[in-house]
């Protein structure tokens, strides 16, 4: 006859064994393995080129509308015969994306001092050289969509305006004569 303790001594090394091989299974359950892939892609450093300044040329200390100098070329007002846009090129790789930002006002200080007018830049861009063809860029950088051009020179072209005035976009009323002077940044960055 058998006694309790046969059956445990059975029994035991079974149950052992058993919780053994449970183990091992839920461990195999936990563990897992994946790949990833890294991947960099590397662009060329962005050049920025000034390649002429904004001049709205000889205005009359009063004028009876706004200043305002387009720079697609199409319907400047109150300017200068001797006004022109200015124009910056960018370079880097071709069809990478840019953010282009740049300050909504500019102080113009005249040079015996005196009141300040100030100058709203109106900047516009195209792929290719032509400014009549470029489209509005915003100065906080919002505009999207902006690409260097495909050839191997990879530029953007950027076209510079804007309008002039004393007080609140108003045309200018009773301005001292002199020569106004303000510096626009321009930031370009890959977006």
Known sequence: MKTYKTYIRTILPLFVVLGLVGSAQAQSATDAAETMTATASVVAGITL????????????????????LDP???????????????????????????????????????????????????VTGNT????????????????????????????YHIYVGGRLYEVDGQALTSVDPDTYTGTMTLNVAYN
Request: no cysteine.
């Open 49 to 68: 080129t000034n390649n002429g300044n904004v001049n709205f040329g000889q205005i009359a200390a009063s004028t009876l509308n706004e200043v305002f």
């Open 72 to 122: 697609t070329g199409a319907s400047s007002n109150e300017v200068g015969a001797n006004s022109s846009t200015g124009k910056f090129t960018v370079g880097g790789s071709p069809n990478a994306t840019i953010i282009v930002s740049y300050s909504a006002t500019v102080p113009m200080t005249p040079a015996g001092g005196g009141t300040n007018l100030t100058w709203a830049p109106s």
């Open 128 to 155: 290719t050289d032509n400014a009549s063809g470029s489209s509005a860029i915003a100065a906080d950088g919002s505009t999207s969509g902006l690409a260097l051009n495909s050839n191997t020179s990879a530029e």
